[in-house]
Structures are given as structure tokens and as C-alpha cells.
């Protein structure tokens, strides 16, 4: 029994040991796990930050290379000549592409960069400039910021001028022949003139003209210009006027019934008729008055030359008309013979006058005379009034 007790007793002692030897050999072996796991996550974060570096170095690259490459731009002064135009409502965009487009710089966002960082170039005007073949957007925009490179091709063309009247100063100026801009303006819907100007509401036939969309300016004419581009920069520049001033709004709210195409023919009316800008609005209060309101023939001795003009005959003077002359209905436009607005406007009216058809002063006048040498005219609802006015004109000598 004792050796068996003892072969028991040595048996658990044995395995003891056997279990503490392999607890401390787990324990070892955790601890040597542990210290790889710190290693591990050590060189884990070193390789992160390694990698955040070229990252960050490989971006900045870019980003230098980007700067060098993103907005290419040719360096210098440049070399050569060539005329660029820079048009009504260009912004830097366009007219960077212009440039590209004439090889004058070298991508159009180095000018829009140029023209960023230089608040003058808020500054531009329209018109055609000299520059350089190939030179850098900042030198490309110096010379467009320099009156001495703007080409100077200006005509002005006076208000109240119509489009024949317009057409000989035009072919004065440009030595093109008045009959190519009489082809040009055939088609007025092709110049720019929206299709929904023609529409009247007072019955009458619309007859489509050019006349009154010629707007009275000072233009500088590009190079190479040909009666087609110089009657749609024109037509351009009326939309740009009218459409600031919302003409076409303004008539139907302010005027209701009335179409702007009838409002247009009333401003060119007033600006044929009113001595004194004063009188401007005045005179359209006046055309509303007989057409609208009282069904009278407007009487307006302007017409009748208007009609004689496309004729081709001789226009004259109010003193020189005889009353036959004055009451043709052969004449179209005579507004004694024919009620109601004239076919067309008979001249291109300035934005004075298109102000004053837009908003006349309320009144019931339906007669005026001239009765001072400035220009002034006396206006009145009353015929008998209207008979003491007129000799109140002879008096200042403004009538015979």
C-alpha cells in the first residue's frame, strides 16, 4: 500500500509541475504576443505617417504642377498685329476665348486669371482693339485697357433719323452702297428683331420694317464690316435699350391695350414732332388722345414727308404743303387722309422719346403748336384754345 501511495503521491506531483511548466510557457508565449502587437501597430503607424508624407509632398506637387500647367499662357510682349472685337455684354470668359481664337494669348482661363487680379478690367469697352500675336494674357490685358489700341471707325447716327435718312450716313462713313443695306434690312426678323414685335391691337395690317429698330447711337464699326452686320448690331443695341428700360412690360401695364409695335410708332411720332425734349411725352399724350380716345385722324404733318420718302419724292416743309398734298390717299402714311397710327414708325426714336410713350402725363389734350423759338410747344383739349395759340406763335414769329 505505502509504494502505491507513493507511486500516487510522485504520479500528482509530477503532473504539477507538468501544469505549471505549461502555464508559464502559455504565460511567455502571451507576453510574446503582446510585444508583436505593439511592434505591429508601431510600424503600422510609421508606415501610415511614411505615406502621409509622400501624400502630402505628391499633392503639393500637383498642386505646383497644376499652377504651371492649368492655365497655359504664352510669356512676352508678343510679336506682330492683328484687331480683335470686344462686343456688348462680354464677360472675361468671352472675351479670353476671342483671344485664344485670334492666337493673341494662349488659353482664355491665363486671361480670365489676368483680368481677376486686375480690378480695371471691369473697365473694358466695346469696340475693336489693336494687340499681338501670342503674348501673355497680362500684357493682353493692358493693351485692351489702353484707349491708344482701340480702333477709332465711329459714326453717330442722330435720334429722329430714318432708316434712309440712317442708311446715306452709314454708306458716308463706310463707302458701302446705300442699296446693300436697303437688301439687308428687307428681312428685319433676320436682323435680330423678334417676331413678336409685329403684332398690333388697334386692327391695322402689320407691315414689317426695319424702321425704328435702328437705334440712334455712336458706334464704333468693326473692320470689314457689311451693311448686314452693322443693321444687326444696331437692332442689338435697341433690344439692349428696350429691354433695360422693360419697354415692352411697361407698355402693357401702364398702357393696357396697347401693343409696344404701336407704342414705338407713337415715340417716333413724338420725336418727328416735338420741337424741345420737353415736349417728348407730351406729343404722345397727344397721338393716344386723337387715336385712342377720340377716333380722330392725327393730322400730323410729318407723316405725309415719311410717305414721300419711300416714294422717293421730295420732303418739305410744313409752310410749303397744301392741304390736297397733306389729304392724298395714295399716300399711306398721310394722317390726315388715314386714321388711326401710321403702317410703321417713321423714324428711329431715342430713348427720350420711347421714356415719354411709355409714360405721358394724363391729360386731355388733343392739339399743340410751336409757340417760341426754343422749340416749346402749348398744348390744350380745347379747338379754340388751340386758334389763340397758333397766334400767339405768329406773334413770336414762330408761325406766318
Known amino acids: ?16 509541475r507538468h501544469r ?21 501597430v508601431l510600424a503600422l503607424l510609421l508606415s501610415f505617417l ?4 509622400l501624400a502630402g509632398g505628391a499633392w503639393y506637387g500637383f498642386d505646383r504642377l497644376q499652377g504651371f500647367f492649368g492655365a497655359p499662357d504664352y510669356d512676352g510682349p508678343g510679336t506682330g498685329q492683328v484687331v480683335i472685337e470686344v462686343k456688348a455684354g462680354d464677360t472675361a470668359t468671352q472675351i479670353g476665348n476671342t483671344l485664344v481664337k485670334a492666337d493673341v494669348v494662349k488659353s482664355a482661363k491665363a486671361f480670365i486669371d489676368a483680368a481677376d487680379a486686375d480690378s480695371r478690367s471691369k473697365n473694358i469697352q466695346v469696340g475693336s482693339y489693336k494687340v499681338r500675336l501670342r503674348m501673355s494674357a497680362e500684357h493682353a490685358l493692358a493693351l485692351l485697357l ?123 411720332l413724338a420725336q418727328a414732332e416735338a420741337g424741345n425734349p420737353d415736349d417728348l411725352a407730351k406729343v404722345a399724350r397727344v397721338a393716344y388722345n386723337r387715336v385712342y380716345k377720340k377716333d380722330m385722324p392725327l393730322e400730323f404733318d410729318v407723316t405725309s414727308n415719311y410717305g414721300w420718302e419711300l416714294q422717293g419724292k421730295k420732303t418739305k416743309s410744313s ?9 392724298d390717299p395714295k399716300n399711306p402714311y398721310s394722317s390726315h387722309a388715314h386714321k388711326g397710327l401710321t403702317p410703321t414708325p417713321i423714324n428711329s426714336p431715342g430713348k427720350k422719346a420711347l421714356e415719354g410713350a411709355i409714360s405721358p402725363p394724363d391729360e386731355d389734350w388733343l392739339f399743340f403748336v410751336a409757340i417760341d423759338k426754343q422749340g416749346h410747344s402749348a398744348f390744350t383739349a380745347s379747338y379754340q384754345e388751340h386758334l389763340r395759340n397758333i397766334e400767339k406763335a405768329k406773334e413770336n414769329g414762330v408761325l406766318k
Open 146 to 268: 489702353d484707349p491708344k489700341n482701340k480702333v477709332v471707325n465711329g459714326v453717330t447716327i442722330p435720334e429722329g433719323r430714318s432708316a434712309l435718312q440712317t442708311y446715306k450716313l452709314l454708306s458716308e462713313k463706310t463707302k458701302i452702297p446705300v442699296k446693300e443695306f436697303q437688301a439687308a434690312a428687307k428681312d428685319p426678323v433676320a436682323l435680330g428683331v423678334p417676331d413678336w414685335w409685329f403684332k398690333r391691337t388697334d386692327g391695322k395690317k402689320v407691315t414689317r420694317s426695319i424702321e425704328g429698330f435702328v437705334f440712334p447711337d455712336t458706334y464704333e464699326l468693326p473692320p470689314k464690316a457689311t451693311a448686314e452686320t452693322i443693321l444687326k448690331m444696331m437692332v442689338d443695341n435697341f433690344l439692349t435699350v428696350t429691354g433695360e428700360m422693360k419697354f415692352a412690360e411697361q407698355v402693357q401695364n401702364q398702357l393696357g391695350g396697347i401693343a409696344p409695335y404701336e407704342a414705338l410708332i407713337v415715340a417716333s
Open 319 to 327: 409752310a410749303d404743303m397744301t392741304m390736297d398734298e397733306l389729304r
Open 50 to 53: 511614411l505615406l502621409g508624407t
Open 1 to 16: 500500500m505505502i509504494d502505491e501511495l507513493d507511486l500516487a503521491f510522485d504520479e500528482r506531483v509530477e503532473k504539477g
Open 20 to 40: 505549471r511548466r505549461a502555464v508559464r510557457r502559455r504565460q511567455r508565449q502571451r507576453q510574446k504576443r503582446g510585444g508583436g502587437r505593439g511592434r505591429t
